[in-house]
Nanobody, 116 residues
């Protein structure tokens, strides 16, 4: 059974930082492209960042580029999202997504709230 478990969410002040983790089990993690998405209630789910299976290529949504960094440790079956210079508009539930061909798995998400 495939599981993706996110952690690291919480409350941060504007300008602060958080580091999200997503640990996978039940799949060959090193073959999957990994993505982070976020969704605020009442809004559509938004793609945040992606990283290829070997970690060699990353991409970011314009809203987070220069502030967020996606990385992975294939030995630990974990993908990370380092979030710096947080803004109130970054408030959302952040979910990780694993993709390999037609295989597509999602985690439950972790809440990130940016507020003073």
């Amino acid at each position: 059974q495939v599981q993706l478990v996110e952690s690291g969410g919480g409350l941060a002040q504007p300008g602060g930082s958080l580091r999200l983790s997503c640990t996978a089990s039940g799949l060959t993690f090193s073959t999957y492209t990994m993505r982070w998405y976020r969704q605020d209630p009442g809004k559509e789910r938004e793609w945040v960042a992606s990283i290829t299976s070997d970690g060699g290529t990353t991409s970011y949504a314009a809203a987070v580029k220069g502030r967020f960094t996606i990385s992975r440790d294939n030995a630990k079956n974990t993908v990370y999202l380092q979030m710096n210079s947080l803004k109130p508009e970054d408030t959302a539930v952040y979910s990780c997504n694993a993709i390999f061909g037609y295989l597509n798995y999602w985690g439950q998400g972790t809440q990130v709230t940016v507020s003073s």
